[in-house]
């Protein structure tokens, strides 16, 4: 069933809904199990959620994968990902799970718009106050739009939390410091890089993460020694031109690893693409794993004096900062408080919508019977639908009075 649907449309009995796994609740060794491929994504969006009425939309990122859903049976959606995860889970030979509470989470109602708020706020980031989640989650809406399965409601409740992230990082000091993974990870190398004079450095992937890598490392030191290579070799090129990195071709990035002081991966991929036996003695000592799934296998960290970073470990790299950020809290979620009690008054209102038209067509119904002047009737009837509406939205139970009006 297409989400075009009538029934999609007709939002009695419909609710927000988000679950998923992140950071809190699994780490990136075990997180990358729950973590979704682009294919698996688009079955989610053409086949899982229009068969339960739902409209969604998916958040893939290192820290979390997360749904997002506005629709009647969210409660299937969520079961068909854990028997999803289930079938993952027993092909590698670790144990089932059983509910997604083991290792995640489950937001209903109002409870998921106030979670979507603060994810988007940077308040439920491994880093807090981590901002780059923001472009993350407006890409992966954008990708569900193209689908057609999201709706308006959906839409607005995201408008909202992309609202409420610019509020709070203007209003407060929660971005305050540079403390993103990204950065990070151009820290860390910069810090273990700096006793050799002319470091080379590769990065795998040209993504989001990846680009904000090569960005934040061209800052600290230069473009000089940093080579990248991407799946689309024309993406890369574009963007060594533009940095003054080097480019590698894809199909040649492995026969030269040997040549670098460090690499970093953020490649989005089903299985590990460098292992221990691409390393040779002389070759790289840090390494740096963005991606989840994991992209780089394990048996690199038993490499002599090699050091091999996920995600989990970066976030700790930054508790200066975070005390710095910590203060702001109070305030942040002061704004999403507030945020979040004008989207409910608007839900109500938008609840009474059908009642508002009912009331607007009886009252333009008696003064086209009196023979009154067509267009003053379409002014007066839109001045009282606004009116009305912002009755509804200060004060639910003026519902009940339009309901007495009806029926008088």
Known sequence: MALN???VHNHVGTNYYSFGVSFRNAPAHLRQH???TPDQVLHFYHDILPQHH???FIVNTCNRTTFFLHGKHNEEVETAYLRLIQERLARVGMDAVDD????????????AVSHL????SGLDSQILGDFEIVGQIKKAFALAKEQGITDGLLERALNTAVHCSRKIKNETGLSSGSASTSYAAASFLRDHLKGISKPRVLILGTGEIGHRTLDNWI????SDGVAIANRTDEKAAAIALKTGAEHLNWSDWRGKINTFDAVVSAVSTPRAILSAE???PNGPKYFIDLSVPMSIDVSVAELPET??????ALSKRVATTMQSRSAALPEAYAIVKETLAKFKETERAHSAVPLIQQVQQELTKQWEARQHDPDKIERLSAKIECRLFEHVRKDPRQIQQLKKWLRE
């Open 219 to 222: 800052a600290m030191h230069s």
């Open 307 to 312: 050091a091999l970073l996920d995600v989990d």
């Open 5 to 7: 649907d009538p029934l």
């Open 54 to 56: 739902c409209a969604g």
């Open 34 to 36: 729950f973590a979704l």
């Open 117 to 120: 708020l603060e994810v988007c």
């Open 100 to 111: 997604l509470n083991e290792f995640g989470y489950r937001f209903i109602g109002i409870k």
């Open 278 to 280: 691409h390393i040779s």
